[in-house]
């Protein structure tokens, strides 16, 4: 989990630092507005705030933190298979972002499953 933890630093800050090449690298790029671009950084905050929070835990509240990852991912993989099947998001961009959230959502889940009792 400190893996994936790290990932959502690195892709957070990305997106903070640069939301243009973010999108770019999510295969949204020709669709960039500066609302966008808001909305990128405001998505890469919350990624920089789990995965610190998480790292920064001791084993009780890692407990905790790995719940909340699995209810953003788990949200976030919901939204965009609902995009995917609106088909108002280009599809290969939407398919990689599921791709990617719902990795982490079955992360989540087996790190939850295999934890031990508090």
């Given at each position: 989990m400190e893996m994936a933890a790290s990932g959502r630093i690195v892709w957070g800050t990305l997106a903070l630092a640069a939301p243009g090449l973010n999108m770019k690298l999510a295969g949204m790029g020709h669709r960039e507005t500066p609302?966008?671009?808001?909305?990128?950084r405001i998505f890469g905050s919350r990624a920089v705030a789990l995965g610190v929070g998480y790292l920064l835990s001791d084993p009780a509240a890692r407990r905790r933190w790995r719940r909340l990852c699995l209810l953003v991912d788990a949200c976030d993989t919901a939204a965009g298979l609902v995009h995917l099947a609106r088909g108002d998001v280009p599809r290969p961009a939407a398919a990689a972002l599921v791709a990617i959230t719902?990795?982490?959502?079955?992360?989540?889940?087996?790190?939850?499953?295999?934890?031990?009792?508090?």
């Open positions: 609302e966008l671009r808001y909305m990128i719902g990795t982490y959502a079955a992360l989540d889940t087996l790190a939850t499953r295999t934890e031990p009792s508090a």
